[in-house]
Nanobody, 123 residues
Framework: QVQLVESGGGLVQAGGSLRLSCLAS????????????SGWYRQAPGKRRELVAT???????NYADSVKGRFTISRDNGKNALYLEMNNLKPEDTAVYYC?????????????WGQGTQVTVSS
């Protein structure tokens, strides 16, 4: 069973920093499988879930315009871990942050989500 577990959320003042972590377990890592992409998404109350940052299997990163220059996504393949370093946080960054993995096993693609971690930025 695949599990993605996020951690690192919390309450921080505007201008502060947080580092989110996502640990994945249960993903097949054989030659028949691959992680197509990993990423962080967020959902604020009353709003749709939106992309924050992604990293492809080839290590290409992509960021939402609102976080460029402030957030950095990284991964540690050996630890099956994904990170999001968030600096200069703003109140509008307040949301539940979700880890996402798109995984390929032979010809089957699956999307996996974590349970989310709350980030609250006070002004």
């Amino acid at each position: 069973q695949v599990q993605l577990v996020e951690s690192g959320g919390g309450l921080v003042q505007a201008g502060g920093s947080l580092r989110l972590s996502c640990l994945a377990s249960g993903l097949d890592s054989s030659a028949a499988s691959a992680i197509l992409s990993s990423g962080w998404y967020r959902q604020a109350p009353g709003k749709r879930r939106e992309l924050v940052a992604t990293v492809s299997g080839g290590a290409t990163t992509n960021y939402a315009d609102s976080v460029k220059g402030r957030f950095t996504i990284s991964r540690d393949n050996g630890k099956n871990a994904l990170y999001l370093e968030m600096n200069n946080l703003k109140p509008e960054d307040t949301a539940v942050y979700y880890c996402h993995v798109r995984h390929l096993y032979y010809t089957l693609t699956n999307d996996y989500w974590g349970q989310g971690t709350q980030v609250t930025v006070s002004s």
